[in-house]
């Protein structure tokens, strides 16, 4: 059996705690002689900046480049915001998406039952929730150039510029209407049409790429409604497709759906298919090294890398029932334990997970 070759970027905080878990339970898949691995380590973020003095030194990039797969836990801290701004460990994670070419971020938002009163939200209406938000990764403001601070009159002007191809655009709505054919066939786009030249275009585009696509409905809404109707109604959406703003804005209001952010995976993915697969969740550094964390949201990212990058949706599929089984056994890290419950590590929690593989 040919091994896959994996790139880990344990990054920084929380970020090597989780990953070993989701490795390990990778390993015990292994292990069984299901799949094959090869893995490898690299430096990316805060960690990169101390080891190399750069978030993102070649030498990874070049790994990247060279695996199946990335799997990446998370970047950034305090220690590094006097940081000159190109030593931002953030920079590190901009620059593999750019890298890699890695346009399509994949960011589902799944309520597991016995979670469903973990949310803010009452119960009846989490319960069942099923989002897969698709965000355009390497356009858009975080990408557009003119950018930066300047003296402008005697004072300072911030600019950072918002900026689209229509062939960007196209490429996306159509990863995210191909996803909705596999799914229930419904595609919300989210944009800001009544305000911004960029956001008419795309809905412009959208219009267009969605007419190869009878069998899926395409329906638009302005992003301030699209954000009031995700905690109204979150049940109502299936899949909606965004820019690279809108969408990291509400793929965290979706991530909060659940209850805790450290539950939900993402994938980023390039048009060969590879991939970068990291939890939706920061670096909290105030929690870094005390076993507190929650690793789910980075063993379902592995489980997204299976799935999307491996080919191996059965392996995919497995990994997703085993961390519902063991949350429906009980087991609970902190941040999604209700009052009196047993509080479990983050290494008990993974080894929970591995339990339940079957």
């Known amino acids: 059996m040919k091994p896959h070759r994996i790139l880990l970027l344990p990054g920084d905080g929380i970020g090597p705690e989780v990953t070993t878990q989701a490795r390990r339970l990778l390993e015990t898949l292994a292990a069984r002689g299901e799949i094959a691995f090869e893995f490898e380590e690299g430096l990316i973020g805060g ?16 790994a990247a480049r060279r695996a199946d797969a990335v799997l990446m836990g998370a970047v950034g801290g305090p220690k590094w915001d006097g940081a ?3 030593a931002h460990p953030e ?8 890298g890699l070419e890695l346009y ?11 979670l469903a009163d973990a949310s803010s939200l ?49 490429r996306i709505c159509r990863n995210a209407l191909e996803l909705a054919r596999l799914r229930r066939g419904q595609v919300v786009s989210v944009d800001k049409a009544n305000v911004l030249e960029s956001s008419q275009l795309w809905r412009e585009v959208a219009k267009t790429v969605a007419r190869d696509y009878p069998d899926v409905r395409l329906t638009h809404l302005y992003v301030d409604n699209a954000a009031m109707q995700l905690v109204r109604s979150p049940k109502s959406f ?10 990291d804005i509400l793929s965290d209001i979706g991530a909060q759906l659940t209850g805790s952010i450290g539950l939900l995976p993402s994938a980023s993915l390039n048009a060969d298919g590879r991939g970068l697969y990291e939890p939706v969740h920061g670096s909290a550094p105030d929690i870094a090294g005390r076993g507190l964390a929650n690793p789910l949201a980075a063993i379902l990212s592995a489980a997204m890398m299976l799935r999307h990058s491996l080919g191996r949706s059965d392996l995919a599929e497995r990994v997703e029932r085993a961390v519902e089984r063991a949350l429906a056994r009980g087991i609970r890290t902190a941040d999604i334990a209700r009052p009196g419950q047993d509080v479990v590590s983050t290494v008990r929690m993974g080894q929970a997970v ?3 593989l079957y």
């Open 122 to 170: 009452k119960p009846e209406l989490i319960r069942g929730v099923d989002v897969l938000i698709v965000r355009e990764l390497t356009g858009g403001i975080y990408f557009g150039e003119p950018r930066g601070i300047f003296e402008e009159d005697g004072e300072r002007v911030g600019i950072n510029t918002e900026r689209y191809r229509e062939s960007e655009i196209a």
């Open 47 to 62: 960690a990169a900046v101390d080891a190399r003095g750069k978030p993102l030194p070649e030498e990874t990039l070049v």
């Open 238 to 247: 299936d899949v909606m497709v965004t820019s690279n703003l809108f969408g």
């Open 354 to 356: 591995a339990e339940a």
């Open 91 to 98: 920079r590190g994670l901009l620059a593999i998406r750019s």
């Open 84 to 86: 000159p701004r190109a």
């Open 104 to 114: 399509a971020n994949l960011r589902p938002v799944r309520c597991a039952d016995a």
